[in-house]
């Protein structure tokens, strides 16, 4: 599956070279199409390097058999297509290709917290059987269900749940913003 360029901040855009920059030393050769879509945006393709995966889309336009340049836009987003850039470069130069940190451990939970609450809610399970799978039954029962905490939280889950299947997953293609 392709993301938009637009959705996914992390996708690498190239264009041609421009002739101000010398060609030799320009690794575009390296770069295979498997598998590769074309749309009027131009051809996307997925770049396979240590076991990680980098979303590529060469403008239309642009032949594969030219040197290339990546193209940051000077926006938001700006510093996401850097990053996606660097682990570009770093691939293609057989480095060390770091890990994607968009979402921290703690976020990853969460997230597959909210698809198990929402998966439950919508085949029927109660929310105090929700958090039972959650957190734990022993920890339900040994609170109030009504001012439960838990009670609050499973409810949270499955509300996020359900704005994250209506469209907020997209939110996962972006990076996180730093100050």
């Known amino acids: ?12 855009l190239l264009a ?19 598998a590769a879509r074309e749309d009027e ?19 239309a336009g642009v032949p594969p058999e030219i040197p290339l340049a990546a193209f940051v836009p000077l926006d938001a987003d700006g510093f996401d297509r850097m990053e996606g850039i660097g682990r570009l470069l770093r691939a293609l130069q057989g480095r060390t290709i770091p890990d994607d ?3 921290t ?10 698809l198990q609450a929402t998966d439950g809610r919508m085949n029927g399970a109660t929310y105090r059987d929700i958090a039972g799978v959650i957190f734990g039954v022993d920890r339900v029962a040994s609170e109030h269900w009504k ?13 996020d749940g359900l704005a994250m299947i209506a ?11 730093r100050s």
Do not use: C
């Open 147 to 159: 001012t439960s905490a838990l009670r609050d939280a499973t409810t949270a889950l499955v509300k």
């Open 105 to 114: 451990p703690q976020q990853k939970r969460r997230h597959r917290h909210m």
């Open 41 to 59: 945006d131009g051809t996307h393709f997925l770049f396979e390097a240590g076991g990680q995966t980098i979303r590529i889309a060469r403008l």
């Open 1 to 12: 599956m392709f993301w938009s360029a637009e959705a996914d901040t992390s996708a690498v």
């Open 16 to 34: 041609q070279m421009p002739v101000v920059l010398p060609a030799a030393a320009n690794l575009y050769s390296a770069l295979r199409e498997p």
């Open 101 to 103: 940190h968009r979402l």
């Open 167 to 177: 469209g907020g997953y997209r939110m996962l293609l972006r990076h996180r913003r």
